[in-house]
């Protein structure tokens, strides 16, 4: 392997690592709607909810630079340009991960100063890590680009992908530098946020995550990299052109005119549309040519992750951006409904995916099969999916009950928490959040014993 492929093994360690860590936070969070008293003085809710939603960042953020480094080496034909640094910083990187969680549990809070901002929480969500550690991604996400960039300076070798990779990096690198600023007026503030969650969490992470499944449908289904390739423009051409504009759906609610709920309604809906039409054109293609694939549970994952994010991110995200559902939607458990289904199928499977195809070579097995990564498939995505419906039976309570009759008001919310649909509503998700917990396991046991509890499974092709 190329030095470049052993950091990629150890970003994708590092991923389910924290992945397990967000499953555990998310089910603390989860038990706290339905008993408030839980971890009363020991841990406040809101501080599982950070520890649930970052570490959720930042393992798919660690799963998509383990990807990259995997398949660019091959693209490239040679070990990547400055790869000693990023070995470092990988280090740098996980440890930094593992202060910040320590901080957030032991510490809490700070004082609204500086040094809160510096050291302890600088009270943006999706962004709370403290100022030191945001700048450590940055230096991080420099040097990724660095590797990427200087290799194709070096080799001169182009590809359709790896200039769509590039370009993505710009974004990717200076969209987070709007975590940094300390904006005192709060309409302001929430303006740039919503460029860096949205632009960066949304719009170049589904560049990436297209470039990431552009690859594995080369490796996997031998899809021709001209159908990739045309995707990928698609993609970005929609990207660009839509979302931006889908950005709008946020600004209603920050005081800008009445407009931009429509226009950010209708365009948000289109970015999934391109990894959708590459996936299935590509399954189409292989069809033709008597498609036959070596690795079930790497094509199950990616089957998972194209439509998961044209339901999740597209059907789930224009259904709740509508200016007329959007009154009475905005900040309820619909919108976690939405971000639960979006996150998952629009990014964690495609992750999954990779790490199939990666075992595959790691174990040198002709076949990847068997009956554990079902179990494990069956559960984590049935347990996503009974999530995002109770979450969403919850939000219809709360736009019912507390803003189109009760009108917003204080007692309207109160009604609105009590209601049987909304705590039913969080019972369920909390018993599918278990569901989801087991599929975890299961997934895990499979990806470290995977051609070595059943011997037979590397032969079962050569055997057919």
Not at 99 to 104: N, Y
Not at 106 to 113: E, K, L, M, R
Not at 169 to 183: G, K, N, T
Request: net charge neutral; hydrophobic share 55%; aromatic share 16%.
């Amino acid at each position: 392997m190329y030095r470049s492929q052993k950091l990629a093994l150890k970003y994708l360690t590092a991923a389910i690592t924290l992945f397990g860590i967000m499953t555990v936070a998310g089910l603390m969070s989860a038990y706290y709607y339905i008993n408030p008293d839980f971890l009363f003085g020991i841990l406040h809710f809101n501080i599982a909810k950070i520890l649930h939603i970052d570490t959720m960042i930042i393992w798919l953020l660690m799963g998509f630079m383990g990807a990259i480094y995997w398949f660019l080496p091959e693209e490239f034909g040679r070990e990547l340009v400055g790869i000693k640094l990023a070995e470092i910083l990988f280090y740098v990187f996980f440890g930094a991960v593992v202060v910040v969680a320590v901080v957030f549990i032991v510490v809490q809070y700070g004082n609204s100063d500086e040094t809160a901002l510096w050291f302890i929480n600088q009270g943006r969500k999706y962004v709370e890590a403290p100022r030191w550690a945001a700048i450590g991604v940055v230096v991080v996400m420099a040097v990724f680009a660095y590797n990427v960039i200087g290799t194709a300076y070096v080799t001169g070798k182009v590809s359709g992908i790896t200039a769509v990779l590039m370009v993505d990096l710009v974004p990717l690198l200076v969209l987070y530098l709007d975590a940094f600023p300390a904006i005192s007026n709060m309409s302001a503030d929430l303006f740039w946020w919503w460029w860096l969650v949205h632009l960066w969490v949304e719009a170049t992470w589904e560049v990436l995550i297209g470039c990431i499944m552009a690859w594995s449908l080369m490796q996997l289904l031998g899809t021709s990299r001209r159908i990739v390739e045309t995707w990928l423009y698609i993609e970005v051409a929609l990207v660009l052109g839509t979302g931006i504009l889908g950005l709008g759906h946020h600004y209603f609610w920050i005081g800008a005119p009445s407009y931009w709920l429509t226009i950010g309604g209708l365009f948000s809906a289109f970015e999934p549309l391109p990894l959708l039409g590459m996936v299935v054109h590509a399954v189409y293609d292989a069809g033709t040519h008597h498609m036959k694939t070596t690795n079930r549970p790497a094509f199950y994952w990616l089957m998972a992750e194209a439509f998961g994010n044209f339901l999740g991110g597209g059907v789930w995200g224009f259904m709740m951006t509508l200016p007329q559902v959007n009154l009475y939607a905005h900040g309820t458990q619909w919108t976690v409904s939405h971000g639960h289904f979006a996150f998952w199928g629009a990014y964690a499977c495609g992750v999954l995916s990779v790490i199939y195809l990666v075992i595959q070579k790691l174990r040198s097995l002709t076949q990847v099969d068997g009956a554990l990564w079902k179990w494990s498939f069956a559960a984590l995505n049935l347990g996503l999916v009974g999530m995002v419906g109770a979450l969403l039976v919850s939000g219809f309570a709360q736009a019912f009950i507390e803003r189109a009759i009760g009108g917003s008001t204080h007692d309207a919310f109160i009604a609105g928490q009590s209601s049987p649909w909304f705590v039913e509503g969080m019972v369920t998700r909390f018993i599918f959040g278990l569901m989801f917990a087991a599929g975890y396991v299961a997934l895990v046991w499979d990806l470290l014993t995977i051609g070595k509890r059943a011997p037979v499974l590397a032969t079962a092709g050569a055997a057919e």
